[in-house]
């Protein structure tokens, strides 16, 4: 399966899981982060670690992922575990949100087609309103 | 001068009540002006259509030259007016197709444009149009040009080009085809003389089950229009073999297997029913039982306790405050509406019907029941309410109520319908159909007066079941007894011809001045003339039609009131006229049936209007309500159900509307005096026939 096929949250994980790679790789070779005026140097990481530069500014796990390596100077890229359960609980609300987005999207092409149903059942009562005035008017029978 | 013109519609004003006024440019560009009357084109044109059109060209002293449309038929737009007709129409709006595709369109097919079109052939258009566009425009093509075929077929075939609307809205798909594949569709609309033919024209053989089937139903419709809901086997035998012009009955019993076969008719014990009227029977007698079985867990009461001394409370305040006496009878039929679900309430004109209902509201009142009452006529309808003091409505706005989903299915109202003996049995059907599940109904009428007009029979058959509750009211209250009236209608009600002396100037009682036709009115003049002082005096008539039908009688005395009065231009009114309302206008709250008398005539140069008292209101009725009223100093002795009058003239001669039923009806209107002026035998031989409402074959039974 190509990327570009993948979903946001996917390619989320994705990244989320290269960076971790990436950082472990940098402890077992007990080398430093590449750093800029003390700072991640993000341009650095982002070649080194295959990941795009923007992922660094816009994914939460990624930045938490650095700003830990850091923290810990350099010494262990495993998240603690109260930061595994926030991330765990963003994933949930994440799977949950996507499965109320497709919930959605079935309501509405169901809701679509029910409006087209009631247009010709309202048509089709038009109709039989109009066969049932025939018929009481002369008692005769309207063929369908 | 006749004038026929195609022309593309410019501009269309419809009018209130059908009909349109409306312009054109014909293919030389010359602007023309029509008038159609509602009777005359059965939709107001659209503008962009092309309508081919016949009529007379008269000038109007404000509008110039103007067509009355004869005949108007839409017509297919073909060359470079499809253009147009895209543009202007409608039904093409929002697809998209302005000037510049419109002209794209017609750039790239031209006059094959049609053909593309006619032939569906969206795939074709996908060069100039998106494939969703095309199928639309296909779409709605086929939509608006159908009607134009359909119209095409209805001429071709001879029947009624108003008809087309009608077609249209029962089979709005494919509605061609449908007509082609069997044509005795038709049969719906039209006689079976006009239907056959064009089926016959259409290839269709004389032993075709479709022609079979449609012969059966056409004897049974035939039937229906004599009011018969059931024909014996014999006589239906014998009618399809003529109906199918065979000549043996061995093809008519093969029609009528095949129509039984294919569900088209209903076969009971006592003969064959058209399958309408049938299912409508089947439908009224089922809801009657189950109101009178009573819906498991509903209170049938109106009181849930105590009901003997409610109801003997409810007749003490009433005999109290009125200064009445309910009699036995009366009691009686009380007790049957506060404790049966049902109840049928009979009793000749004068005998208290209005007293017992009087109590009933008021028993239903304490037991907060909401109550329903109403009557066929307007006119009916403003006396119940009058009487009893309460509202009550015609039938018709009662059903229009439910339509609004006004009435409460859960509730338990209770109904009441008074002149119920005019129902027929499609208006029973829409009445049993409508009301809620635990309605209790009273039905009150007397079954000695009028049948309805409509066909099938349902009180007259209710008021002589053993399995009904039901009443009759006998002794007379409203006319004095001097009055001879109430003794002479109850020897009518058991056929016997009463003594009835000659005219002898104002008095009390029934009298006969023997007349021909051609002397009538003679007659009704010099009457009228010893009662001039009296007030109140109505002329009744057997029919529209003939010497001493209402029209005649209308027109000769119009023109004799209103020698001197201002006139109603290009209508046959004047001040001072009694006009009836013919139509029921619920804003105005006008009925059909209301009487009154034009006062005066306002306004000129066309732009007339009447001012009239009508049920005692003054109303203004302007010149589109004008075929709203008509003369009243005659009415038919139908429109005169449910209203009394001091005296009474009834011109009486052989119709074959004449029975007992309509000489008691128009004897009971008159409460001091009643002059029947006419053929003695007729009247003889009408009052000792058995009415017509006897002979009506019916399946309905309960």
């Given at each position: 399966m190509s990327t570009n096929r993948l979903s946001g949250r996917e390619r989320g994980e994705q990244n989320l899981a290269k960076v971790r790679e990436y950082l472990a790789g940098l402890k077992a070779a007990n080398e430093p982060l590449p750093l800029d005026d003390g700072r991640p140097n993000i341009t650095a990481i982002s070649e080194a670690s295959g990941v795009l530069r923007n992922v660094f500014y816009t994914n939460a796990g990624v930045k938490r992922l650095l700003a830990l390596f850091m923290g810990s100077g350099g010494e262990s890229t495993e998240p603690p575990a109260r930061v595994l359960h926030a991330e765990r609980q963003l994933e949930i609300k994440d799977r949950r949100i996507l499965q109320l987005e497709q919930q959605l999207a079935g309501t509405k092409a169901e809701s679509e087609e029910l409006r087209k149903r009631l247009t010709a059942a309202l048509q089709m009562l038009d109709r039989y309103r109009v066969i049932e005035e025939e018929v009481l008017k002369t008692g005769r029978r309207v063929i369908p | 001068?006749?004038?026929?013109?195609?022309?593309?519609?410019?501009?269309?004003?419809?009018?209130?009540?059908?009909?349109?006024?409306?312009?054109?440019?014909?293919?030389?560009?010359?602007?023309?002006?029509?008038?159609?009357?509602?009777?005359?084109?059965?939709?107001?044109?659209?503008?962009?259509?092309?309508?081919?059109?016949?009529?007379?060209?008269?000038?109007?002293?404000?509008?110039?030259?103007?067509?009355?449309?004869?005949?108007?038929?839409?017509?297919?737009?073909?060359?470079?007016?499809?253009?147009?007709?895209?543009?202007?129409?409608?039904?093409?709006?929002?697809?998209?197709?302005?000037?510049?595709?419109?002209?794209?369109?017609?750039?790239?097919?031209?006059?094959?444009?049609?053909?593309?079109?006619?032939?569906?052939?969206?795939?074709?258009?996908?060069?100039?149009?998106?494939?969703?566009?095309?199928?639309?425009?296909?779409?709605?093509?086929?939509?608006?040009?159908?009607?134009?075929?359909?119209?095409?077929?209805?001429?071709e075939h001879g029947f009624d080009l108003l008809l087309a609307n009608k077609v249209r809205a029962v089979w709005p798909e494919s509605t061609l085809a449908k007509l082609s594949?069997?044509?005795?569709?038709?049969?719906?609309?039209?006689?079976?003389?006009?239907?056959?033919?064009?089926?016959?024209?259409?290839?269709?053989?004389?032993?075709?089950?479709?022609?079979?089937?449609?012969?059966?139903?056409?004897?049974?419709?035939?039937?229906?229009?004599?009011?018969?809901?059931?024909?014996?086997?014999?006589?239906?035998?014998?009618?399809?073999?003529?109906?199918?012009?065979?000549?043996?009955?061995?093809?008519?019993?093969?029609?009528?297997?095949?129509?039984?076969?294919?569900?088209?008719?209903?076969?009971?014990?006592?003969?064959?029913?058209?399958?309408?009227?049938?299912?409508?029977?089947?439908?009224?007698?089922?809801?009657?039982?189950?109101?009178?079985?009573g819906v498991p867990g509903s209170e049938r009461n109106l009181f849930s306790t105590n009901l003997a001394s409610i109801t003997a409370e409810a007749i003490a305040s009433f005999e109290k405050n009125k200064g009445l006496k309910l009699n036995a009878r009366q009691r009686q039929a009380v007790e049957?509406?506060?404790?049966?679900?049902?109840?049928?309430?009979?009793?000749?004109?004068?005998?208290?019907?209005?007293?017992?209902?009087?109590?009933?509201?008021?028993?239903?009142?304490?037991?907060?029941?909401?109550?329903?009452?109403?009557?066929?006529?307007?006119?009916?309808?403003?006396?119940?309410?009058?009487?009893?003091?309460?509202?009550?409505?015609?039938?018709?706005?009662?059903?229009?109520?439910?339509?609004?989903?006004?009435?409460?299915?859960?509730?338990?109202?209770?109904?009441?319908?008074?002149?119920?003996?005019?129902?027929?049995?499609?208006?029973?059907?829409?009445?049993?159909?409508?009301?809620?599940?635990?309605?209790?109904?009273?039905?009150?009428?007397?079954?000695?007066?009028?049948?309805?007009?409509?066909?099938?029979?349902?009180?007259?058959?209710?008021?002589?079941?053993?399995?009904?509750p039901r009443v009759e009211l006998v002794e007379v209250h409203r006319q004095t007894q001097s009055s001879g009236i109430p003794q002479a209608a109850h020897q009518i009600r058991r056929g016997i011809v009463p003594p009835l002396p000659p005219f002898a100037g104002v008095h009390a009682g029934v009298s006969f001045i023997e007349a021909d036709s051609s002397n009538v009115i003679e007659h009704i003049l010099r009457v009228r003339e010893k009662w001039a002082e009296c007030g109140d005096v109505q002329i009744l008539g057997v029919t529209r039609r003939g010497a001493s039908g209402i029209r005649n009688i209308n027109a000769t005395l119009h023109a004799e009131a209103s020698a001197y009065k201002p006139k109603l231009d290009g209508w046959e009114f004047a001040e001072g006229d009694p006009i009836i309302y013919v139509a029921n206008d619920y804003q105005k709250e006008l009925w059909n049936g209301s009487l009154g008398r034009i006062e005066k005539i306002v306004g000129s140069n066309g732009r007339q209007s009447l001012l009239c008292s009508l049920d005692g209101v003054e109303h203004e009725i302007r010149a589109e309500e004008f075929h709203r009223i008509e003369l009243a100093y005659a009415i038919t002795v139908h429109k005169s159900q449910g209203s009394q009058f001091n005296r009474v003239i009834v011109p009486i001669f052989e119709s074959r509307l004449l029975d007992r039923t309509l000489i008691y009806t128009a004897l009971t209107r008159g409460m001091q005096q009643v002059v029947f002026i006419g053929d003695r035998n007729a009247f003889d031989v009408a009052v000792a026939a058995p009415p017509h409402s006897h002979e009506r074959q019916v399946g309905f039974s309960m």
């Open positions: - | 001068m006749t004038i026929s013109a195609t022309v593309t519609i410019s501009s269309v004003h419809p009018g209130p009540s059908g009909g349109a006024i409306f312009s054109g440019r014909d293919p030389a560009g010359t602007l023309l002006r029509f008038v159609a009357d509602r009777d005359r084109i059965w939709r107001a044109p659209v503008v962009g259509e092309v309508w081919s059109l016949e009529g007379e060209s008269r000038s109007h002293p404000r509008y110039g030259d103007q067509v009355y449309v004869h005949r108007a038929t839409p017509v297919e737009p073909a060359g470079r007016l499809i253009v147009n007709f895209m543009l202007r129409h409608p039904a093409f709006d929002g697809l998209g197709i302005g000037k510049a595709k419109a002209a794209r369109l017609w750039t790239e097919f031209g006059p094959d444009l049609h053909v593309v079109l006619s032939k569906g052939d969206a795939a074709k258009l996908s060069g100039v149009l998106s494939g969703d566009s095309a199928q639309k425009l296909v779409d709605a093509w086929r939509s608006v040009t159908e009607e134009a075929r359909v119209v095409s077929f209805l001429d594949d069997n044509p005795y569709r038709m049969l719906a609309f039209a006689n079976w003389e006009k239907v056959d033919r064009a089926a016959r024209s259409l290839g269709v053989t004389e032993h075709d089950p479709r022609r079979q089937v449609a012969a059966v139903e056409a004897f049974l419709y035939r039937r229906l229009d004599s009011k018969h809901t059931l024909t014996p086997r014999a006589m239906l035998l014998d009618g399809v073999r003529h109906q199918m012009q065979t000549r043996g009955l061995d093809g008519s019993s093969a029609a009528v297997e095949q129509a039984r076969n294919e569900h088209a008719i209903v076969v009971t014990g006592g003969g064959y029913q058209p399958l309408g009227a049938a299912v409508m029977e089947k439908v009224v007698a089922g809801r009657l039982r189950e109101i009178l079985g049957m509406a506060a404790q049966q679900p049902l109840g049928v309430l009979t009793g000749g004109a004068g005998t208290g019907k209005t007293a017992v209902l009087q109590v009933i509201h008021r028993i239903a009142e304490q037991a907060r029941v909401s109550v329903f009452q109403m009557a066929l006529s307007g006119r009916a309808a403003q006396r119940m309410r009058e009487a009893t003091a309460r509202p009550a409505s015609t039938i018709a706005a009662f059903l229009r109520t439910s339509e609004r989903g006004a009435i409460e299915p859960d509730s338990e109202p209770l109904v009441i319908i008074d002149e119920s003996s005019m129902l027929d049995l499609p208006l029973m059907y829409s009445i049993v159909r409508v009301i809620p599940v635990r309605a209790r109904l009273l039905l009150v009428g007397d079954p000695y007066q009028l049948p309805p007009i409509g066909f099938g029979l349902v009180f007259h058959i209710l008021a002589a079941s053993q399995s009904i």
